[in-house]
């Protein structure tokens, strides 16, 4: 698949594949996705974005140039201490892969960050990956990051990113160190729309974690434990959605993840902050979430392993030949899928007379179908694509 | 009414005049307050002298400028309830007939006066509207003139100005209500401040309205905004 290379967030033809429960596709405009709504849904975006967590430096031992990328902290509140990864010269331009390693790094050692500066505090099992300190107030710090750091981007989009670029609409804090890019598929008409269709609309915040560190071993730790919050208002959504029988569709992995991990074995959620350390994938049973849209995430990733708890492999497999085909865009600025989670095996048809009542797999029981907004063919382009 | 509130309140202009008076009408309330204001030294002497403020040095009216006071001013505040727009440019001092008012006045006019509040407001929309789904309401108070709604002659930058960022309110409200977002134009009256020597040198500061007392009603207003969405 093709990389989306201009940072835009919302380009006017970004296109969206459909995966029902059944494993049906269906392609249409991602700017028609309140269409696939029903009265009583209810869509939790992540209003985190992403703090400018690339910082150009320099090593004071050795004076050599470093890149250090805030990739994680504690809590939604801390400002001085990070986990972060520490490259050497380059810049965004090489890939992260070809990155050159940052001298060798010991405690104690001080980095010059613009007007920021820094002391590794510990080595964490990988010559990239450290624990840091930034001296100062966190007024300092937060007047720092936001005059000296930059977004942190990757060789695939070739322009500098300004930090608008990396800001949904909808964000609220920057807490995140890479932004929640589903959230880019949002715009306010959206969330208009999403409300006209008597949906609701909610969010949560999640510091997502970067999603490439250049290094196939500290790659595989991805993603980080990343904090997050679940407000009041949020938490009393999620419960009544789920006393009217309404669905909650996630904008992006990250509310996956802070969604389930709140999760309580009864499917309630409760307000509060939290700390997602665990990996959603195929083995995992999901409590709260019945559909996600996410960008088109490429086989091997995270986020890909997470769409496994809501399709099989097969279905994804058989969805990325659909992507493949259609030229769907991946990364942060491409295009988007919502899969819906699969349905129990044919077996459970027998037991659960509600579901056999529903339909069964073959029916072409899209999400939004049951409004009479059943959205466009299948097994190909719409009209409006053409 | 004197109500105590804990809201996060930005203020922009936040050094002088009816800012600095904000910034301390607000923090008297027990409010969390950002305060922007474009000279670095002073941005710096007025948040140690009124401590638990954050000062944000950077100018409203500059594009490059907006994102990095957003990082700061919802990184800082964690979000944000209330903004007030409220840095403001006359245009040309001594105050010009708009044939003799240079271009590049007029520019700078528009950019602080509006351009500066549609781009600080539309990065902090995500932060205001959160703050409103889990409060009910949040609000946006842009600081007004009697010159936005009536035509004085020498005063054709900034009326129009403010004029142009009257009707950019009422749209913002119309749009943003139903997402607990209010919008709200006030005009302070006359009063004894920087600006208003620079418009009108040599008046008599004896009959012009204390900038304390304009921004006691100011703070009136947009708590009673969030005071509504806590009744909801």
Known sequence: ????????????????????????????????????????????????????????????????????????????????????????????????????????????????????????????????????????????????????????????????????????????????????????????????????????????????????????????????????????????????????????????TTVVRALEHAASPEGRVSAGDGLATQRIGPASRLRIVDAILTGVHEAGTSHHQLLEAFADAATLRRAEKELDAMG????????????????????????????????????RELLGARAGHAPVQVDGLPDAFD | MQEKSNARVAITGGTSGLGLALVREFLNRGAQVAFVARGRERVERVAQQHPGTHGIAGDVAAKEDIYPIAVQIAGELGGLDVLINNASDLGPAPLALLGDTDCTDFERALATNVLGPFRLTKALLGALTAAARENGAAAVVNISSDAAASAYAGWGAYGTSKAALLHLTRIWNEEMAPEGVHFVSLDPGDMDTPMHALAVPGSDPAVLKRPETAACEVADAALAILAQGDRQ
């Open chain 1, 328 to 363: 769907y865009r991946t990364h942060e600025f491409g295009d988007s899928v919502l899969i819906e989670r699969k349905a129990p095996l044919r077996g459970a048809y027998e037991l659960d007379p509600c579901l056999k009542a529903i339909g069964h797999p073959g029916e």
């Open chain 1, 1 to 252: 698949m093709t990389s989306a290379s201009e940072p835009t967030q919302r380009p006017p033809d970004a296109k969206l594949l459909v995966i029902d429960k059944y494993g049906g596709m269906t392609h249409m405009r991602r700017t028609s996705f309140a269409s696939l709504l029903l009265p009583g849904d209810l869509v939790v975006a992540n209003d985190a974005t992403a703090l400018p967590a690339s910082l150009r430096g320099v090593h004071a031992a050795t004076g050599c140039p470093v890149e250090v990328r805030l990739a994680g902290h504690h809590s939604l509140d801390e400002m001085r201490d990070f986990t972060a990864v520490v490259f050497g010269a380059g810049d965004f331009r090489w890939r992260t892969e070809d990155r050159p390693a940052p001298p060798r790094l010991k405690p104690g050692d001080r980095l010059t960050l613009g007007p920021l500066s820094a002391t590794i505090e510990r080595l964490l099992d990988h010559p990239r990956l450290v624990d840091l300190h930034l001296d100062g107030s966190p007024d300092a710090i937060w007047a720092g990051l936001a005059r000296h750091g930059r977004p942190i981007q990757y060789a695939y989009v070739p322009v500098a990113l300004e930090l608008w670029d990396a800001w949904p609409p909808i964000a609220a804090r920057p807490v995140a160190f890479e932004p929640p890019s589903a959230g880019f598929a949002l715009d306010w008409r959206l969330v208009e729309a999403i409300r006209a269709r008597g949906a609701a609309f909610v969010t949560i915040t999640h510091t997502a974690g970067i999603s490439s560190t250049g290094d196939l071993e500290l790659d595989r730790k991805l993603p980080f434990d990343e904090p997050y919050r679940i407000s009041r208002s949020t938490a009393a959504a999620v419960e009544s959605v789920g006393a009217r029988g309404g669905r909650i569709i996630a904008i992006g």
